[in-house]
């Protein structure tokens, strides 16, 4: 039983290139979350998805960040024209349903040069 | 959005000792609780979930959770030096979905 899985692990991009980075959740799981962490501090809630449907972007940036969990394959956050200030850690999780536990993947490591 | 705190770090402790880890939150309807353990460099790992009143054990862990006070605590007993990380713990608010805290740093002296 696969956990969650997220890549790529380490993604080097240049300043206003795109990034993308991909979350499988765990089996029978539909509910994503995605997560930002910079170094030495917590983590900040970006955006919550169900199968389809985006729930609460409440945390993501209005401009060039976006998120989505199509009916078939990963959920997929993606960042426009990239900074410097998008260098972090992004962590997916994802649960079975609402208000249960959720798992983490092992996040991808942005780093914008 | 609501806040979840925790006890200001870093929490020492020597090997064999208790640790103990608060987390207050702000609303009473609140009806899932979660601890998770960071360790540098690495993702969070779920260690209990709780939901209702009381003390949940898991091996060397315990979770209390007290709704009227509004606050959720993590024991760690017979600490060790590999329990050194650090301790988020997680709410889920009523139509929210999953508020961490700042997190608390444990090291745990050998």
């Known amino acids: 039983n696969a956990g969650v899985m997220q890549n790529p692990r380490h993604l080097v991009r240049r300043r206003g290139q795109e990034a993308r980075l991909r979350c499988s959740p765990m089996k029978g799981h539909s509910h994503v979350y995605w997560y930002r962490q910079l170094p030495e501090e917590g983590l900040k809630f970006m955006v919550y998805?169900?199968?389809?449907?985006?729930?609460?972007e409440s945390g993501m940036p209005k401009e060039r960040f976006s998120a989505e969990f199509p009916k078939e394959g990963p959920s997929i956050l993606r960042i426009q024209q990239v900074v410097r200030g998008d260098s972090a850690a992004y962590f997916c999780a994802s649960s079975l349903d609402r208000n249960t536990e959720a798992f983490f993947g092992q996040g991808t490591r942005l780093t914008v040069v | 959005q609501k806040e979840v705190e925790q006890n200001s770090g870093p929490l020492s402790v020597p090997e064999g000792a208790i640790a103990s880890l608060n987390c207050t939150y702000s609303d009473r309807v609140s009806q899932s609780f979660f601890w998770y353990r960071q360790y540098s460099g690495k993702s969070p790992e779920l260690i209990m979930s709780?939901?209702?009143?009381g003390d949940k054990e898991d091996g060397r862990f315990t979770a209390q959770l007290n709704k009227a006070s509004q606050y959720v605590s993590l024991l760690i007993r017979d600490s060790q030096p590999s329990d050194s990380a650090t301790y988020l713990c997680a709410v889920i608010y009523y139509g929210q979905n999953f508020v961490f805290g700042p997190g608390t740093r444990l090291s745990v002296l050998p």
């Open positions: 998805l169900q199968k389809e449907n985006i729930i609460d």
């Open positions: 709780i939901y209702s009143n």
